[in-house]
């Protein structure tokens, strides 16, 4: 049975992983350039045969790194060994490789992420939108995007909401 | 807006999901859906046909898309959990208890035994349910009509239950972060030992008009076959990943609310074609039952919900004489409660398979990013690979066999 130290350990000293614990949660902050290498050692060296989840958080106004695209990969011969990574992305250059070739479900995940969040993901066979209509404008799930309802204007913030409001055209 | 115009897709955008042959025109492309009765929701399919038979099947989601995830972002924790029924609308106090489970974690709140007791219950109840609809009309699919109709009436029961406890037949939101919204009522113990007593024959019934019926197993055994390794790489998980050999199931491989102390199996089948999960769907009601009777013979005295004030409301009788519980209930009602800035990702077993939730909070008392692993996306994804080779015709029983539910792909 493997421990989750050990995969730890490997992938910090051979990808410059950066580890943080949560509630007894084990995450890896690694870069962009050694996404495809750090899922493919946890794939074939240390038995992680399911991506469970794929997502990304965005921390607008913040720029470098303006996304963090996270992952949960699951051991289940180890007996349900978790792990995540987060991959800092910056926000004027939203591209990362793609996992296809190493999960295949990472296919629809990242589809989803492109049309959510506006993420290229390099060499993707099939990078089209998912959820939303195919001629939509904009990424919804990017915290720059409206909700869409009317912000209540008080006298403290009424020069700032009116800043960000729509202005018709001279 | 008048500069935005409506292009239509062109046969050049997916060019490279259907084979050469369909350029020229010698296989047909068609349509399959939104609006079929057999997509069980809104699920366009495109397919390439050779005759009758699926050359490629392009699944085409959205049609449900309603933005839950961004909405959630604009609520307070608490407001949040209503709008996690409408994702997985067959499965709402599993989609409840995912959720809290994760707002639990992130901020560290415990809940007492009763109240993990009963969600127990509650939520094995609900898999009872869901997979009553999916044996209805998985079975209907494949012209089996009068499967459909038991199966609803049994579900009638469990809905009474539902409505009984929370007010609701489906949209329940019973769970809350650190317990319950209230206790069960009076009633509700003989209730469901009512169910359980009629419930086991009424299972042997379904099989009886199944299991062995030629006609069924013509239409189900070896087609849509996946292989264990397969459905691995395909992220497959619940019943459909169960019925290719992996006893994969998350109340076993990662316990919460006290599943670790009731006994009960994982079935799981070899064969990883429809039939297969077909049988490990019915076995898995009678371990549901087996569950909820040893829930329910050592459901414990005692509250519902966390005592914690910061997290969860005091009740009513101690706000007329307590003025800490009135401070504590009015911030409440009005601020909610606030998170660390960090996030978890917490998972349950759904009807269907894995239903995660990854939660990020920011130090406020709003959800800064929730994100949804349902576990009906992720299996539907496996489609396309399911049904290439088949009959038009398969297509309908291999739907079925996964057993998606709409809501829960496009949230």
Request: net charge negative; proline share 6%; charged share 25%.
């Amino acid at each position: 049975m493997m421990e989750l130290k050990t995969v730890v350990d490997a992938l910090v000293t051979r990808f410059d992983a950066q580890p943080s614990e949560f509630r007894g949660q084990t995450r890896l902050l690694v870069s962009r350039e050694h996404l495809v290498e750090a899922a493919t050692a946890l794939r074939d060296e240390f038995g992680f045969e399911m991506l469970t989840e794929q997502t990304a958080v965005d921390y607008w106004p913040q720029e470098s790194p303006r996304f963090h695209v996270v992952y949960w990969f699951t051991s289940w011969q180890h007996g349900g060994l978790r792990l995540s990574l987060r991959v800092p992305v910056p926000g004027d250059d939203p591209t990362l490789p793609t996992l296809e070739g190493v999960y295949p479900n990472a296919n629809w995940h990242e589809r989803e992420l492109w049309d959510m969040f506006g993420l290229r993901f390099e060499g993707h066979s099939d990078l089209r939108r998912i959820l939303m209509p195919y001629d939509w404008v904009g990424h919804p799930l990017r915290k720059d995007y409206p909700l869409g309802y009317e912000e209540v204007q008080f006298s403290f913030n009424h020069e700032e909401i009116q800043a960000r409001k729509p202005q018709p055209k001279d | 807006m008048s500069d935005v115009t409506l292009s239509a897709v062109s046969l050049e955008e997916i060019k490279h999901l259907v084979s050469d042959r369909a350029l020229t025109g010698e296989t047909m492309l068609l349509n399959m859906g939104p609006q079929h009765p057999s997509t069980h929701g809104v699920l366009r399919l495109l397919l390439e046909l050779d005759g009758e038979t699926i050359v490629n099947c392009i699944p085409d989601i959205g049609f449900l898309h309603t933005g839950v995830e961004k909405n959630m972002e604009a609520k307070r924790y608490e407001q949040a959990e209503v709008m996690t029924d409408r994702l997985d609308y067959l499965n709402t106090m599993g989609n409840n208890l995912a959720y809290c489970l994760a707002v639990e974690k992130l901020v560290d709140l415990d809940v007492p035994p009763r109240a993990q007791a009963i969600r127990v219950i509650m939520t094995e109840l609900q898999r009872l349910a869901s997979h009553l609809v999916w044996l209805g009309t998985h079975a209907l699919d494949l012209a089996a009509m009068s499967v459909f109709l038991y199966c609803f009436r049994e579900r009638e029961i469990i809905l009474d239950i539902m409505e009984m406890v929370s007010g609701q037949r489906m949209m329940t939101t019973y769970f809350r972060p650190g317990g319950l919204w209230r206790d069960v009522p009076v009633g509700f113990e003989e209730a469901v030992r009512q169910f359980l007593r009629i419930f086991p024959k009424r299972v042997d019934e379904y099989e009886a008009l199944l299991t062995k019926n030629p006609i069924f197993i013509d239409r189900t055994r070896g087609i849509g076959v996946v292989s264990k390794e397969e459905a691995l790489a395909l992220g497959l998980t619940g019943p459909t990943l169960r019925g290719s050999g992996v006893p994969y199931d998350i109340r076993k491989v990662y316990p919460y609310s006290g599943y670790e102390q009731y006994d009960f199996e994982v079935p799981t089948r070899e064969e990883g074609d429809v039939y297969a999960r077909y049988l490990v769907r019915i076995e898995e009601m009678r371990q549901s039952m087996r569950i909820i009777r040893q829930a329910l013979d050592a459901l414990p005295y005692g509250p519902v919900r966390s005592n914690n004030r910061k997290f969860v409301p005091p009740p009513r009788s101690e706000i007329g004489h307590s003025m800490e519980a009135l401070i504590h209930h009015f911030k409440l009602w009005t601020e909610g409660f606030n998170a660390p800035a960090d996030s978890v990702f917490v998972s349950v077993e759904s009807p269907r398979g894995e239903l995660g939730v990854f939660l990020e909070g920011d130090g406020g008392n709003r959800p800064y990013r929730v994100h949804f692993r349902t576990p009906s996306f992720v299996n539907l994804q496996a489609l396309p690979k399911l049904a290439k080779g088949h009959l038009v015709a398969d297509l309908v029983a291999i739907i079925g066999s996964i057993d998606i539910v709409l809501g829960d792909v496009d949230r």
